[in-house]
């Protein structure tokens, strides 16, 4: 198991005893723990067997070694099994509801016993949810308290239902390598590739479809030996199917894996098949059709001999069908066909296209690494330049930046730039867009700032036109740069904010603020429509991290993903501009 399934269990474990009503030491210890775990640059798998080393990592004590030792022995948490035991597995699910936490879930299971979404859905319908003990309060206040509660819930379940069974990028992605790396060197395996929406980069996944090819796939007793091993994968929890050409097995975590095999002569025909999407294949298929082919998982062939005349590549299928390679990013049926056709596809941004990474936090507010630290690991990362945007004070918990300790920290940043050599350190900040649209931090500190990321983190629920103008006031403030994370969703988690973008972007061209593309992989913001929506406005993006530890650095490549499927090149994109270009754009000068 790896650091997040591990760091998994924990906080889990955490929910479960907060349900049982445990201790808040305890509480705490199991998710401070996990916290430090799942920030770890090195797997724990690595240093389990160096007690005093794992002893070393903050949050973790004797008692939580311990715990880390049972699971690596035993492959579960005994304290988490009996809980789980107690309050059933389905426990698990109703804490994925937002606003539904474990004080909550308590409360409905010691008065009705009932632990599954289904269960809590009927009773907050029933209305029995809104006459629970609420301690303090007058009776009337209760009730009406409780029916507001209720409506939110049902929303909440309904929202939940609508992402249930998709899974972020990065988690997806870390799937597909450890089933690749599981059959890495296996005798007769020659390519094992991931397709589907992993492949074309979509921000969410459902199943997980793994393509493998080889020797091992060609013979029958091959291939049962060749499932066998499949099927020892850690996490593996259920085989859903076994047959000739395919096993489908589900994940710990609830992931559906599809594990299909291939003769060579298909593996390209099958690549295009099972990558997608849905509505690229059927424009596809129809224009072989007219063409005098079938395409199929199998091959392009004729229709009068059904001969096949391509399918090793994705390549010769495409060039048969008097088609230019279209890229997997942008298979979604979006006019690529006609671009193809015409020799007109875009030369699509790429990583090595990126000269620096701009948004980034320290220990200074809520990050794990200092200045120094930060700026080289972007220099390792081959990176020209980067910037320390810590965030301003209206983020509290995050021990945001007064006017004061932005200046003293703009010194410290200057002060690192000197010192270290081949690597830019540009002074900036995530300076937080308040309610009425002013800036965090006074005009006087901002402007001693080379870069002003200007972002939204409280207030969600203002009103379409409230949100709008708010933004429109903090794209107007001429020391903005660019909006951090502009439409302010997580992924699987919190819906994005309501407002006229098409206003927005239109103001963001006409002061030349840049929209940032977050490339974490649970806010990908902008997402692909809107990055489109502002290369048609003529508003220029700038692709960041978010970055709080060292590690997150290489997390650049999801918002690459996203870049390529809204077409965009690297002249849409101003963190592909050398320094002092790109210096010169963060000032409006793009």
């Not at 003990?133 to 239902?161: F, N, S, T, V």
């Not at 000269?355 to 200045?371: A, C, F, Y």
Request: with cysteine.
């Amino acid at each position: 198991m790896d650091n997040k399934a591990i760091a998994g269990i924990l906080y889990e474990t955490a929910a479960l005893l907060e349900i049982d009503g445990q201790d808040s030491f305890r509480i705490r210890s199991y998710r401070n723990a996990a916290d430090s775990i799942e920030a770890l640059p090195q797997q724990i798998s690595d240093l389990i067997n160096e007690p005093k080393k794992v002893l070393e990592i903050q949050g973790i004590g004797k008692g939580m070694l311990a715990n880390l030792q049972e699971i690596f022995k035993e492959g579960r948490l005994s304290v988490h099994s009996d809980l789980l035991k107690k309050y059933r597995p389905s426990m698990l699910e109703l804490l994925k509801i937002q606003g539904l936490g474990p004080k909550t879930i308590a409360l409905i299971w010691s008065a009705y016993q009932v632990s599954d979404v289904e269960g809590v859905e009927r009773l907050a319908r029933e209305g029995k949810i809104r006459v629970l003990p609420r301690m303090g309060e007058k009776q009337e206040q209760k009730l009406l308290k409780g029916e507001k509660q209720e409506q939110k819930l049902l929303k909440a379940i309904e929202d939940y239902r609508r992402i249930a069974g998709r899974f972020l990028l990065d988690t997806a992605e870390t799937q597909a390598e450890k089933i690749i790396e599981h059959l890495r060197g296996y005798p007769g395996v020659e390519k094992v590739t991931p397709a589907g929406s992993l492949r074309r980069g979509r921000e969410t996944v459902g199943d997980l479809d793994i393509l493998v090819t080889g020797k091992a796939c060609c013979d029958d007793k091959a291939r049962e030996k060749l499932i066998d091993h499949i099927i020892t994968l850690p996490g593996l929890m259920e085989i859903i199917a076994r047959g000739e050409n395919k096993v489908s097995f589900r994940l710990r975590g609830g992931m559906q894996v599809d594990v299909r095999f291939l003769a060579p002569e298909s593996f390209g025909a099958a690549m295009q098949y099972f990558t997608g999407s849905k509505a690229h294949n059927v424009a596809l298929r129809q224009r072989a059709l007219k063409m005098g082919y079938t395409l199929s998982e199998y091959s392009l062939a004729r229709v009068e001999n059904e001969k096949a005349v391509a399918g090793k590549t994705e390549k010769e299928i495409y060039a048969k069908l008097k088609l230019d390679y279209i890229p997997p990013e942008l298979r979604e049926n979006l006019g690529e066909i006609d671009a193809a056709e015409e020799h007109a596809l875009p030369a699509l941004i790429s990583q090595s296209d990126l000269q620096g990474d701009v948004h980034m936090h320290t220990v200074e507010t809520d990050g794990r690494n200092s200045i120094e630290e930060m700026a080289e690991a972007a220099r390792d990362h081959g990176y020209k330049y980067m910037a320390i945007t810590d965030h301003s004070k209206n983020l509290a918990f995050a021990n945001g930046l007064d006017d004061k300790r932005a200046v003293e920290h703009i010194k410290r940043i200057r002060a690192a730039n000197d010192k270290l050599d081949k690597i830019k350190i540009f002074a900036g900040v995530e300076v937080d867009i308040l309610a009425d649209g002013t800036l965090d931090l006074s005009d006087s500190v901002l402007e001693q700032m080379d870069v002003v990321i200007a972002s939204v983190h409280s207030h969600f629920n203002q009103s379409p036109a409230e949100m709008t103008d708010r933004l429109l006031k903090a794209v107007e403030n001429p020391n903005t740069s660019i909006i951090g994370h502009p439409t302010g969703r997580l992924l699987l988690r919190r819906d994005a904010y309501q407002f006229d973008m098409d206003a927005v972007l239109k103001a963001a061209a006409k002061h030349r603020v840049a929209m940032e593309l977050n490339a974490y992989p649970d806010r990908l913001d902008l997402n692909d429509r809107h990055l489109r929506l502002a290369k048609q406005y003529g508003v220029k993006i700038v692709i960041n991290t978010d970055s709080h530890h060292t590690s997150h650095l290489e997390k650049i490549r999801f918002g690459v993903l996203q870049a390529r499927r809204a077409w965009l090149t690297k002249e849409d994109v101003l963190n592909t501009l050398p320094t002092q270009k790109f210096a010169k754009a963060m000032k409006h000068g793009w």
